[in-house]
């Protein structure tokens, strides 16, 4: 069964909950309501964003930043400090808000969930720590610094004098000015955020990774390039870092007592004495090990810039596909179809589909209710991981900042709400999202008709060879095509079909012809066909 995975705003949605019910609610009493309406809608999958400890210095961060202002009057007019907190990915420790009921009321919450057959994803932010860790005390040599003053590193003073500790940041986005940088080039830092991360997978069944590709070897040492090492006393470290540098494959993954392990044998490095791993990314080394000690954990990468492929093969379950995203909300029907026949079914199967999450506008804002209709239709429809997230099944149209602890109240568009209502409850009487699925390449209906390119076209196959079809139609015209379906040989012989979803009316294909059927479906129109 493929994963269904629902986003939860988990500061703002608790509040809402303690207001509804007159009684404070944390993780250690979510009311039954909550867990059935998710079991109801087919869940599989529960993202709590937004659990960890922040800190005041993030906070102040949060309700200084003269943008963040302008957001925060934008959505929620009179807002006050008490409405904001820091951002949840500016994480100053890996336990649980006391807001939120601490350590023990997640480990209560997340028994609750298994019990009714779901599972539980948390955060994991490996690129940055929030103002507040302690590590900016404790251990500075973990943080890329800056040798003087500069806009996009923040002034910590200690006792040792003033460090400059870059913020964390994107290559391509200003920083942000609410973390600082781990640095990925220390091993000891690496070691650290492995240690952080087994800690979050012994309170969860996956983990949510942002940022995911900014720790890639490649990509953290291209960004950093610039910033120097921080000094480190042993004379082991400072040669190997030396090499590391300089552009050496050599990295060091931890160290017990005086033995160091590195990934990457280097010409002239003793495997006895370095203990020498096979690759030299930070995710081909973790992965393995936190599934090793918990059978069917799950990772899921948000990651950009064409790089789904490489972190799923380095052991990432799902990764975000905002390439399809990006099609779906510009209207490029075209480039959406290929987009998918591109990537192939192996990578489909292992992104993650999505309309809107925190990060992105709201999909009800800007696409009316039968273009949300069809897109919602392609996300739910493909193979891999079904990503919905908080207000998006109830037409919300505000986007709710991170750091907002409180939002407006939204009115339920009804019609949003029945299209989600029918497709999570009648897709599971289908074989979409069981059994193999395969990505079918229209053909021209009649010469030179080109509008089946503006169609989504899916084959569910059961094991028992009866077949499911789904063709979305994403353009605004309707578009005529022949579906060539693919079938066992024992299969090849006519076929009783029935529209399990939509209305278009399909005509068999003649015997002779290579088995199919031509479509015509309307404009925003989408059908499910079963071929028994």
């Not at 509804?20 to 059935?36: A, C, I, Q, Y």
């Not at 964390?168 to 000891?188: F, L, N, S």
């Not at 030299?280 to 990651?303: M, N, R, T, Y």
């Not at 029945?418 to 009648?426: K, V």
Request: net charge negative; with cysteine.
């Amino acid at each position: 069964m493929h994963a269904l995975l629902f986003e939860i705003n988990t500061c703002c949605w608790l509040r809402e909950l303690s207001e509804k019910s007159g009684r404070t609610t944390t993780l250690s009493n979510v009311p039954d309501s909550e867990f059935g309406q998710w079991q109801r809608l087919g869940f599989t999958h529960i993202w709590l964003m937004g659990v960890w400890t922040t800190g005041p210095h993030s906070r102040s961060a949060a309700l200084s930043h003269p943008d963040q202002r302008r957001v925060y009057d934008e959505v929620l007019p009179g807002w006050t400090d008490a409405d904001i907190g820091a951002s949840p990915y500016s994480i100053s420790a890996y336990t649980v808000s006391a807001e939120l009921g601490g350590d023990a009321a997640l480990s209560s919450f997340k028994k609750r969930l298994n019990e009714e057959g779901l599972k539980l994803i948390l955060d994991f932010v490996p690129n940055h720590i929030g103002l507040d860790h302690p590590w900016l005390d404790e251990h500075p040599e973990y943080l890329v610094q800056c040798s003087c003053e500069s806009p996009h590193a923040l002034e910590w003073k200690t006792d040792r004098g003033t460090r400059w500790c870059a913020h964390g940041r994107d290559p391509y986005m200003p920083a942000w000015t609410d973390t600082v940088q781990i640095d990925y080039r220390v091993p000891e830092a690496r070691a650290a955020m492995a240690a952080e991360l087994a800690s979050v997978a012994q309170r969860c069944d996956g983990v949510r990774c942002d940022m995911a590709m900014l720790v890639l070897e490649d990509v953290f040492a291209k960004t950093w390039s610039a910033f120097p090492l921080p000094e480190i006393s042993n004379p082991k470290l400072q040669v190997l870092n030396r090499e590391v540098s300089t552009g050496s494959t050599a990295q060091l993954l931890r160290r017990q007592g005086e033995v160091y392990y590195v990934e990457n044998e280097k010409p002239g490095t003793s495997e006895t004495e370095l203990g020498v791993q096979s690759s030299s990314d930070f995710w081909s080394c973790v992965i393995p090990q936190i599934k090793a000690k918990q059978q069917g954990f799950l990772f899921l990468a948000e990651v950009y810039w064409g790089l789904e492929a490489r972190l799923q093969s380095l052991g990432f379950d799902y990764t975000y596909d905002k390439a399809l995203y990006d099609r779906l909300v510009s209207h490029d029907s075209v480039g959406a179809q290929k987009h998918l026949l591109g990537m192939g079914r192996e990578v489909i199967s292992r992104c993650a589909h999505f309309l809107e999450n925190h990060d992105e506008p709201r999909i009800s804002s800007f696409l009316n209710v039968p273009e949300h209709r069809v897109e919602a239709a392609v996300i739910l429809t493909l193979p891999g991981m079904r990503f919905l997230h908080e207000g998006q099944l109830d037409g919300a149209t505000r986007r709710i900042p991170v750091q907002m602890l409180r939002r407006p109240n939204q009115p339920l568009n009804a019609e949003i709400r029945l299209l989600y209502e029918n497709l999570l409850t009648l897709l599971p009487h289908t074989f979409v999202g069981r059994g193999q699925c395969e990505l079918l390449v229209p053909q021209a209906a009649t010469p030179g008709n080109a509008s089946g390119q503006d169609l989504v076209l899916l084959q569910w196959m059961s094991e028992g060879a009866e077949i499911d079809v789904v063709a979305i139609n994403l353009a605004n015209h309707r578009s005529q095509c022949f579906v060539p379906l693919k079938l066992p040989s024992s299969g090849r012989r006519n076929r009783k079909i029935q529209s399990l979803l939509g209305n278009s009316a399909p005509a068999v294909a003649k015997p002779d012809q290579q088995p199919g059927i031509y479509l015509d479906l309307a404009e925003w129109s989408f059908e499910v066909l079963r071929f028994s």
